[in-house]
């Protein structure tokens, strides 16, 4: 199968397409945010940079989190052990952390920056699909692993439900020789996505960024991103690495796998007795807003007809902070999400539709 065009009519990953600038010891990527140096490959942009000695208030949003290819299989009936199965195959950029950057931005965020770690097989074309989604991608070329991939293998059947394979590669290395407090500078908000917690390297930059934001009193919000893997790192593990996160959006099973409950709304006023706000995500049923051990709010979700549910919970996250930003309380901003994640599951893949 060969590289998906994307919309501008550029090949997909590997085409060696130029659009970023690769230099120095360790490969650096062009991005349009704040120049960033790090003791690991360094990151370059063409902004300008603030000192990192002082806070600069700002409207920004900063997401932190994987980058990763997708490659989408779309199948009708039950797979065919040992023979083949027809169905309809795309590869396009996802990633959780780099979904919700262009939801949010989709969703009218003015400012939303992206820190995230790729291989330079397909650097040039990740950077792209984030510019012209609008986010201010802040990339760092990995010199010796590739970009991450997950395939995503979707029933093509009235639920639309996926299942993914998941090789992290590049972004499980994003650690904190990555990382400058100046990423900071001008942002309002910074989002963490959950992948970060599920790689040594990564899990130590998920720890320094939200000290820092901490330090400089900006809100900090995390989306456990995957039951399966939480699993793995153990609920306790979990919930001690993110004290002090002031927004939890974890999906229906994290939820109740955190607090061992089985019913999401319960699940989701427990685990407000541990951070300032939870807004759990329940698919068809919409999403749970709690606070102080209460569920304060039941959002309804909108109807739609699912395609693919990749991304779906990215784009709930993208839009909900969005509309933070935007000045919603948290229930309007659950509403916000809800039509998001709608509109979501009517495409293949996790990012909303080009601009224009």
């Not at 370059?44 to 002082?54: F, P």
């Not at 963490?192 to 130590?204: H, I, K, N, T, V």
């Not at 456990?224 to 002090?244: H, K, N």
Request: proline fraction near 6%; glycine fraction near 16%.
């Amino acid at each position: 199968m060969g590289p998906e065009m994307t919309a501008d009519g550029d090949a997909g990953p590997g085409s060696g397409v130029a659009g970023s600038a690769v230099t120095g010891t360790g490969p650096s990527v062009t991005g349009t945010g704040p120049s960033v140096t790090g003791t690991g490959p360094s990151v370059t942009g063409t902004g300008s940079s603030e000192a990192s000695t002082g806070s600069v208030v700002g409207r920004g949003l900063l997401v932190v989190g994987d980058v990763i290819t997708d490659v989408v299989a779309r199948h009708r009936g039950p797979l065919a052990a040992g023979t083949d199965t027809a169905a309809s195959i795309r590869t396009v950029a996802g990633g959780a952390g780099a979904n919700v950057a262009c939801w949010a931005a989709h969703r009218g965020a003015a400012d939303v920056r992206l820190l995230g770690r790729v291989g330079a097989e397909s650097a040039a074309w990740h950077e792209r699909e984030l510019v012209a989604q609008g986010v201010r991608p802040q990339l760092v070329v990995d010199p010796v692993v590739p970009t991450g991939t997950v395939i995503c293998v979707v029933d093509g059947g009235a639920s639309a439900e996926r299942t993914f394979l998941t090789d992290s590669g590049a972004s499980a290395r994003l650690g904190p020789g990555d990382w400058s407090d100046a990423l900071l500078d001008g942002v309002a908000r910074l989002h963490l996505s959950g992948y970060l917690l599920f790689s040594e390297p990564s899990r130590a930059l998920a720890t320094v960024a939200l000290k820092a934001a901490r330090a400089r009193g900006v809100p900090v919000s995390l989306d456990p991103a995957s039951a399966g893997f939480l699993a793995e790192l153990g609920a306790e593990r979990f919930l001690a690495l993110v004290e002090g996160v002031d927004v939890l959006l974890p999906s229906r099973d994290e939820a109740c796998l955190l607090t061992g409950l089985a019913d999401a709304a319960e699940a989701a006023a427990r685990l407000s007795l541990r951070g300032p706000l939870v807004v759990a995500k329940q698919g068809h049923e919409g999403a749970v807003v709690a606070r102080s051990g209460k569920v304060r709010a039941r959002v309804p979700a909108v109807p739609a007809a699912p395609r693919d549910t990749t991304g779906a919970g990215d784009a709930f996250t993208g839009a909900f902070l969005a509309a933070l930003l935007a000045g919603a309380g948290p229930e309007g901003a659950a509403a916000e999400g809800c039509r998001a994640g709608a509109r979501a599951v009517e495409r293949v893949g996790g990012r909303p539709p080009l601009p224009g």
